[in-house]
């Protein structure tokens, strides 16, 4: 007999199925073909609409006021630049573990957060908010 069916934890083999209420209708051709095609509309729609606006706003702007363009010579180097950041990225992920991976990236959102909110905090907008605050007197709930 085969290890999988006679292992007791694989008991969905020898009920018949889940017996939790798990259980989910299988997929029907009719499905995919819409959950698939919803996702090219939303995938192609937001592409469509912000090229079109683009090139209306784009018309009424002379040359000066147009935004930065894309070069051939750009357009070139971009699959190169693109792959040599795969491979960094793939190796990267292959030599390093996991835990060093998630400490860097949790560092890295740290510093980020810490500077971000120092930013904040600094502009002078809102250290006059802040002085304002604390000179209002707190007002209790009951009135």
């Not at 819409?34 to 209306?56: E, N």
Request: charged fraction near 15%; proline fraction near 6%.
């Amino acid at each position: 007999m085969d290890s999988a069916l006679s292992d007791p934890h694989n008991d969905s083999a020898e009920a018949g199925g889940p017996t939790n209420g798990t259980t989910r209708p299988p997929s029907t051709p009719e499905g995919i073909a819409l959950a698939y095609g919803s996702l090219l509309l939303m995938a192609l729609l937001p592409i469509f609409f912000g090229a079109l606006r683009s090139v209306r706003c784009a018309r009424g702007k002379n040359a000066s006021d147009m935004p930065e363009t894309i070069t051939s010579r750009d357009a070139a180097r971009f699959p190169i630049i693109a792959s040599c950041t795969l491979l960094g990225l793939y190796l990267f992920f292959k030599i390093f573990s996991q835990e060093y991976i998630n400490l860097l990236l949790s560092m890295y959102f740290f510093v980020l957060g810490i500077l971000a909110l120092s930013h904040t905090i600094r502009s002078e907008g809102s250290l006059q908010h802040l002085k304002q605050l604390s000179q209002e007197p707190v007002q209790g709930l009951g009135g």
